[in-house]
C-alpha cells in the first residue's frame, strides 16, 4: 500500500473514531426540536435517534411529527411528538414539560423553527416584517426561554438555526435578513450570558439544504408542487446537513456554518466586505429565495 494510500485510510478511520465517540456522547441524552416536521428539523430528528439520542419532535404539523416518531420507535429509538407553533405563548413551555415528563430531562434545545418573507422593504408592509420576526426571532426566543430552567440543570446546550444570510444582506429578502441577523446576535449575547452556568450555545449557519422553505410563501403557506429554483448542484441532503449540525452541537461549538458556499459566503463577509457588497449590489432587484 502507498504512503498515500495508508494516509487516506488512516484519516477514514480517524473520522469514523470520531463519529463514533460523536455518538457515544448523544446516547440516552434528550433532545427538543422545533419546526421537526420537514427539511433541516425532520433530519437532525433522524440523526438524533440513529445517534442513541430521545427526541422531542415539536411541530404545528401535528400528523408529520406523529408518524416521523412513529418511524424513530418502529425504528428502535425513543421519540415524542408534541404540537407546537413557536408563535403562540405556551405552546414551548408545554413542550419542555412534557419532555421533563417522559424523560426526565433536557440536555439540547434546538430552535429550528423558520420560513422567509421576500420582497423589496418598501414593497412589504409592516405586518410582513412583524410576521417574520413573530416566527423567526421571537420563536427562537421562546424556544431558549422555556428550555433554559431545564438546559442549566443539565449543563447542556441550545442551538439557534439562522442562516448565512445572517451575515448576508441582499436585495429582496430584507425581512429574512434582518430576521437572521438577529437570530445571530442572540446566540452571541446568550454565549456570554450563559457561558459560566456551563450552558453551551451554537449559532447555525445553513446554506442552501434540501427543505420546503423555498415552496413556502410570505403568509407561511407551503405549496407543494411548486420547483426548487436553486439548483438541485447546490443544494446540500438535509441528512447531510444534519450529520454536521450535530456534530458541532454535541462538540459544543460556537458557530456550524454549512455548505461550502455557506462558508465561502462568511468569509467575504469577515474578511473581504468591501467585495462582498458590490458583489450583493449587483444582484437582480427581483424577489430572491432565502437561504436554508
Known amino acids: 500500500m ?3 494510500a495508508r494516509a487516506r485510510q488512516g484519516a477514514r478511520s480517524r473520522d469514523r473514531g470520531m463519529r463514533a465517540s460523536m455518538a457515544s456522547k448523544l446516547a440516552g441524552r434528550v ?3 422545533t ?3 420537514s427539511g433541516i428539523g425532520e433530519a437532525l430528528a433522524r440523526e ?3 445517534r442513541g439520542g430521545r427526541v422531542v419532535l415539536a411541530a404545528r404539523r401535528a400528523q408529520r411529527i406523529e408518524a416521523l416518531a412513529t418511524e424513530i420507535r418502529r425504528s428502535g429509538g ?3 411528538a408534541t404540537p407546537c407553533d ?3 405563548d405556551g405552546d414551548v413551555e408545554r413542550a419542555v414539560a412534557q419532555a421533563s415528563e417522559a424523560f426526565g430531562r433536557l440536555d439540547i434545545a434546538v430552535a429550528n423553527a423558520g420560513f422567509s418573507v421576500a420582497g423589496r422593504v418598501e414593497q412589504l408592509a409592516l405586518d410582513d416584517f412583524r410576521r417574520q420576526f413573530e416566527t423567526n426571532v421571537f420563536g427562537a426566543l ?3 426561554k422555556a428550555a433554559l430552567p431545564e438546559l442549566k440543570r443539565s449543563r447542556g446546550g441550545v442551538a439557534l438555526v439562522g442562516s448565512v444570510l445572517g451575515y448576508l444582506a ?3 429578502v430584507g425581512a429574512y435578513t434582518m430576521s437572521k441577523f438577529a437570530v445571530r446576535a442572540l446566540a452571541e449575547t446568550l454565549r456570554a450570558e450563559l457561558h459560566a452556568e456551563g450552558v453551551a450555545v451554537t449559532h447555525v449557519a445553513p446554506g442552501y439544504v434540501a427543505s420546503e422553505i423555498r415552496r413556502i410563501d410570505n403568509a407561511g403557506n407551503l405549496h407543494e408542487g411548486a420547483p426548487d429554483p436553486v439548483p438541485r448542484w447546490l443544494v446540500m441532503p438535509a441528512q447531510t446537513a444534519a450529520r454536521q449540525i450535530m456534530d458541532g452541537i454535541i462538540a459544543r461549538r460556537a458557530e456550524v456554518i454549512v455548505t461550502a458556499h455557506g462558508k465561502l459566503g462568511v468569509s467575504l463577509s469577515r474578511h473581504a466586505p468591501g467585495l462582498l457588497r458590490a458583489s450583493v449590489s449587483r444582484l437582480p432587484r427581483k424577489r430572491r429565495i432565502s437561504e436554508r
Open 142 to 144: 421562546r424556544t431558549v
Open 2 to 4: 502507498s504512503e498515500r
Open 48 to 50: 438524533v435517534a440513529r
Open 35 to 37: 419546526g421537526a416536521s
Open 78 to 80: 425513543e421519540a415524542l
Open 31 to 33: 433532545v427538543l426540536i
Open 86 to 88: 413557536v408563535t403562540r
Open 170 to 172: 441582499v436585495p429582496a
